[in-house]
Nanobody, 123 residues
Framework: VQLVESGGGLVQSGGSLRLSCAAS????????MGWFRQAPGKEREFVAA????????YYAEAVKGRFSISRDNAKNTVYLQMNSLKPEDTAVYYC?????????????????WGQGTLVTVSS
């Protein structure tokens, strides 16, 4: 599975963006998918994950209630809707495939990382 993120950009604090992660490969719909982010000078951190069916989701505390992860298996795409953005959300956002098949927030247990898309939130 190859992943390509898009949708990043510059937005003012309080604004919204929707990120997309387009996947190649016929097995996309069988995987848990995750979004991570890496801010300048910081380690990569978990943001959200979604089950293969889209029926279950999991969020980091920092984004709960503001971000929403979803997927369209017919389009091989995972989305991250980001609302009420804050300057501290500024980061490069990555999507990845969960290689364990179980819920995990550890980035070492994800693979097939995309190139990332930059989100910048101005105050």
């Amino acid at each position: 599975v190859q992943l390509v993120e898009s949708g990043g950009g510059l937005v003012q604090s309080g604004g919204s963006l929707r990120l997309s992660c387009a996947a190649s490969g016929r097995t996309f719909s069988t995987y848990i998918m995750g979004w991570f982010r890496q801010a300048p000078g910081k380690e990569r951190e978990f943001v959200a994950a979604i089950s293969w069916s889209g029926g279950s989701t999991y969020y980091a505390e920092a984004v709960k209630g503001r971000f929403s992860i979803s997927r369209d298996n017919a389009k091989n795409t995972v989305y991250l809707q980001m609302n009420s953005l804050k300057p501290e959300d500024t980061a490069v956002y990555y999507c990845a495939v969960n290689s364990r098949g179980t819920w995990t927030t550890r980035d070492g247990e994800y693979r097939n990382w995309g190139q990332g898309t930059l989100v910048t939130v101005s105050s």
